[in-house]
């Protein structure tokens, strides 16, 4: 949007920047394995809302999948809680995903035939950033999608 601006002999023109909408959403999940597909259904459901489609859009259900599986399976134990966030702005979108082990220690390597240990490097592949953080009592692993960068990104590697 533009403003003009007269002032004697002097014109102007003022631009307005649409500011930026910060939307944001959240969850609490039982740490059990059959709350991923719910994490996942409602991931997808508010990317919908909030106009995300496509590969990226995939990605991110792919991310969090990976990422609640992670905190679900090695970072939780019967009657704990795991927490599932999303913050978008402008075309940047950020999953959390936050457990009650605050140790951070390193993911052990897959093994080439077995069927898991890979999670963590597929994260690192999907996303355009990522990294863990914590607390005395907490840990939280974050991952960033960028709308459009990656995928434009990853077809030319």
Known sequence: MQTLLMTGAMQMVAVKQPRSRLRQWGTTLEATQTMVAVAR??????????GWEGERADDLVTICSELVTNAIRHASRPGDTV????Q???GDCRIEVLDSRPDLSLPRLSVPCGESGRGLILVRELADDMDVAATPTTKKVWARVLLTAAASLRSTA
């Open 41 to 50: 259904r409602g991931v997808r459901s508010v990317l919908t809302e909030w």
């Open 83 to 86: 927490d599932l966030r999303l």
């Open 88 to 90: 978008e702005i402008d």
